[in-house]
């Protein structure tokens, strides 16, 4: 069941739809939350003669810019709940299978060695051998939940309970483009060279990020996602 969503004020220019949020006010990766989001985003979206700029949706939240010359803040919020409020119910429910109809992404990946410089680090934090921190990488399905960090940077989970660890102490200055990494309950592609601070398990030649493209991600906000180990 998705709690009734919260719309705050962010900044002069925004407004802020908050789901699940608790006491804590902590981040909550959950599927069916961020469903909910991309649902609302949707609406929003679609909302052609509203007062905003385009919406943009995180694990259980959305971000909404306000058209500066838009009706008082009230008015916008009053317009923003209705929208939401006429969000079918079953979108704002449990997240549907993570194989849509475009069915599930492949990444293939080469693990540890130069392609994974943190895989052996990584076994030994968990108490693993490489190939079984493979093994689970490799083996489950993982949503999108959103893009953001930088273009064509997709936050992918939910990671099994077993390869689970935190973000390195000390960031590298220089991640190269196509690192499969992992940090607490998520992974990611790096779309393109840049600093970093997740554990670099493995690296795909797949172009997850391509300007000559259309669209130029490939990952896309509620797609499936599964890494498929390539045997030297």
Request: glycine share 12%.
């Given at each position: ?60 939240s959305v971000l909404v810019p ?30 549907l299978d993570d194989a849509d ?10 693990y540890g060695g130069p392609d ?117």
């Open positions: 069941m998705i709690p009734r969503p919260r719309i705050l004020p962010f900044g002069d220019a925004a407004l802020l739809v908050e789901l699940g949020v608790g006491v804590d006010r902590a981040v909550k990766i959950d599927r069916a939350l961020n469903a909910a989001a991309l649902a609302i985003a949707a609406a929003i979206h679609a909302d052609a003669g509203g007062p905003w700029g385009c919406p943009v949706p995180a694990y259980d306000l058209d500066l010359l838009a009706p008082s803040g009230e008015e916008a919020v009053e317009r923003l709940a209705t929208l939401i409020g006429a969000v079918p119910e079953e979108a704002l429910g449990p997240a109809d475009r069915g599930v992404i492949e990444i293939p990946t080469h994974g410089p943190d895989l052996d680090e990584v076994a030994g934090q968990l108490g693993l051998h490489p190939a079984q921190v493979i093994e689970a990488h490799a083996g489950s399905v993982y949503r999108v939940f959103f893009l953001g960090f930088a273009p064509g940077f997709g936050y992918l989970g939910i990671l099994p309970d077993s390869i689970v660890v935190p973000r390195r102490p000390s960031p590298r200055t220089r991640v190269p483009a196509g690192s499969v990494a992992i940090a607490g309950a998520q992974t990611a592609v790096y779309p393109s060279t840049m600093p970093g601070g997740w554990n670099l398990i493995g690296r795909t030649d797949l172009a997850t990020w391509d300007a000559r493209r259309d669209p130029p991600a490939l990952l896309r906000p509620g797609a499936a996602v599964r890494f498929v180990p390539v045997l030297a």
